[in-house]
């Protein structure tokens, strides 16, 4: 039957469906079988039950998610069927009995050219309504400055940390996130290779565009009745010739009997014969116009539309890319900000001694280190160049050096719950200090002024004058 989802949770993935008689159903996630959707509230659905119980066993979303004013049919025939079947079914026939009507009001004799119905934008716009649609969500987004992540390369690691966060604080939910992964869900559909295969635009064209053209279905609807009708008129003439050589031959046989009545039939079925004749010719030139004109509009618009289709198709996939480039990051960049802010994963993070916030960066450079440079395969190779190069374009790195642990530890997380893309080293002794700062180009250096032994003014110097951090900015910073 038909329902709308009006309540779902991502952490439990149970749900709850309402019926056209207000009637409620549970359902779970496990009785869901769509994968161009995943479930949402306010999600027109198909559902089946078990049996005579109120179990839902099979659920997915319905075809039609919104009915406007140029719809054929409105939402009230929705909540009237119980399939999509059935509402196809309503809808098809709705249509024919606009193209019965079109057809009959129609003087094909005299048509000079068959009319478009729905232009090749206004097609092409409601195609690929549902696509803007989401990728005007995704644009909607906020992603702080930062740079898009790539979704091809960092997909993997977004959803490995958004599982850790949930699992180190058990107060973070899915349901958090369930808009991001709502539109992430919607997006990947749009990329899948079935999503693809079924936008070839001269599929789209033959099946989609020229079967909405109501003019023009109502021409294929009056070239079939023409052809039956010119088939009827064929029968009836052949018949009548039969009957014209059958009385023929009575008559001009010997002592041929009711003679006047034979002629009399003769007459009859001559005219018969004489009067199919020219309605056949009468109706096979308004054919033959039907089906020209048939073949004009096709071809007329055929060009123009694979054109068009095409240009906004690729268009389409550029948005559908960066919707979900901008989808990841504004997800990555919620995970980073709960993360730092929980004390669950402060409490991990401080033991785990992270030189990255909470955020997918962190996750992708602990799979890095797990992997021999020397052997990588071309995704690991290629993850390797991206997050190099991605780190040169915004990662800052800032080195702390204090022998106070806890003061060094605070400052760390401080830095980092600030900025997500920062990269903090620590270190607590002069030797290591001057061994990394004459190795590693840092764009901070941080000294704690109350360093013991060490003189905090000379490690400066010291530091400037390395080759690699000439020109970096150095800072004393106290507790306070």
């Known amino acids: 039957?038909?329902?709308?989802?009006?309540?779902?949770?991502?952490?439990?993935?149970?749900?709850?469906?309402?019926?056209?008689?207000?009637?409620?159903?549970?359902?779970?996630?496990?009785?869901?079988?769509?994968?161009?959707?995943?479930?949402?509230?306010?999600?027109?659905?198909?559902?089946?039950?078990?049996?005579?119980?109120?179990?839902?066993?099979?659920?997915?979303?319905?075809?039609?998610?919104?009915?406007?004013?140029?719809s054929i049919i409105k939402e009230r025939d929705f909540w009237k069927t119980?399939?999509?079947?059935?509402?196809e079914k309503l809808e098809s026939n709705v249509f024919d009995d606009l193209i019965a009507e079109t057809y009959k009001k129609t003087d094909y004799a005299k048509l000079t050219s068959i009319p478009i119905s729905i232009s090749i934008n206004?097609?092409?716009?409601?195609?690929?309504?549902?696509?803007?649609?989401?990728?005007?969500?995704?644009?909607?987004?906020?992603?702080?400055?930062?740079?898009k992540l790539d979704y091809r390369?960092?997909?993997?690691?977004?959803?490995?940390?958004?599982?850790?966060?949930?699992?180190?604080?058990?107060?973070?939910?899915?349901?958090?996130?369930?808009?991001?992964?709502?539109?992430?869900?919607?997006?990947?559909?749009?990329?899948?290779?079935?999503?693809?295969?079924?936008?070839?635009?001269?599929?789209?064209?033959?099946?989609?565009?020229?079967?909405?053209?109501?003019?023009?279905?109502?021409?294929?609807?009056?070239?079939?009745?023409?052809?039956?009708?010119?088939?009827?008129?064929?029968?009836?003439?052949?018949?009548?010739?039969?009957?014209?050589h059958s009385l023929q031959l009575k008559l001009t046989s010997a002592g041929v009997k009711n003679e006047q009545i034979l002629k009399e039939r003769l007459a009859t079925i001559n005219a018969i014969h004489k009067e199919c004749k020219e309605k056949t010719i009468i109706l096979t030139k308004i054919k033959d116009r039907v089906e020209k004109l048939i073949e004009i509009f096709k071809e007329s618009y055929k060009k123009d539309f694979i054109n068009n289709f095409d240009k906004t198709k690729e268009q389409i996939f550029e948005h559908i890319k960066n919707a979900l480039n901008i989808t990841i990051t504004s997800l990555d960049n919620k995970i980073w900000k709960l993360g730092m802010a929980s004390d669950p994963v402060k409490n991990q993070f401080l033991k785990l001694q992270s030189n990255y916030s909470f955020c997918t960066l962190a996750f992708i450079q602990q799979y890095i280190k797990t992997l021999d440079s020397s052997k990588l395969n071309d995704n690991d190779r290629l993850l390797n160049i991206y997050i190099n190069k991605y780190k040169e374009r915004n990662c800052k790195r800032i080195l702390i050096v204090s022998n106070r642990n806890e003061f060094e530890m605070k400052l760390k997380f401080d830095i980092l719950t600030r900025y997500k893309d920062f990269i903090v080293t620590q270190t607590n002794k002069k030797v290591e200090y001057l061994i990394i700062i004459a190795n590693q180009k840092f764009d901070f250096v941080v000294i704690d002024n109350d360093m013991k032994e060490d003189k905090p003014i000379d490690m400066i110097i010291q530091g400037k004058n390395t080759k690699l951090n000439k020109n970096t900015t150095f800072i004393l910073i106290n507790e306070e």
């Open 122 to 147: 206004k097609f092409i716009q409601y195609h690929f309504e549902n696509e803007i649609k989401i990728i005007k969500s995704a644009y909607k987004l906020p992603i702080d400055n930062y740079e």
């Open 153 to 244: 390369i960092v997909n993997r690691f977004i959803k490995r940390t958004l599982d850790s966060l949930i699992c180190v604080d058990r107060r973070i939910t899915k349901d958090t996130f369930s808009i991001y992964l709502q539109i992430l869900g919607k997006l990947q559909y749009f990329i899948t290779p079935f999503y693809i295969a079924n936008q070839n635009a001269k599929k789209v064209y033959e099946e989609g565009f020229l079967s909405q053209q109501l003019y023009f279905n109502a021409a294929n609807r009056k070239l079939i009745n023409l052809k039956d009708d010119i088939l009827k008129l064929k029968s009836r003439e052949k018949s009548a010739k039969s009957e014209i």
């Open 1 to 70: 039957m038909h329902g709308k989802i009006v309540q779902y949770s991502h952490t439990t993935g149970v749900g709850t469906i309402i019926n056209a008689s207000k009637k409620l159903f549970d359902f779970k996630i496990a009785s869901w079988h769509d994968n161009t959707k995943i479930p949402e509230i306010n999600l027109l659905v198909e559902f089946r039950l078990e049996d005579e119980k109120h179990n839902v066993i099979d659920i997915r979303s319905s075809k039609y998610q919104e009915f406007d004013s140029e």
């Open 82 to 87: 119980n399939t999509d079947e059935e509402l």
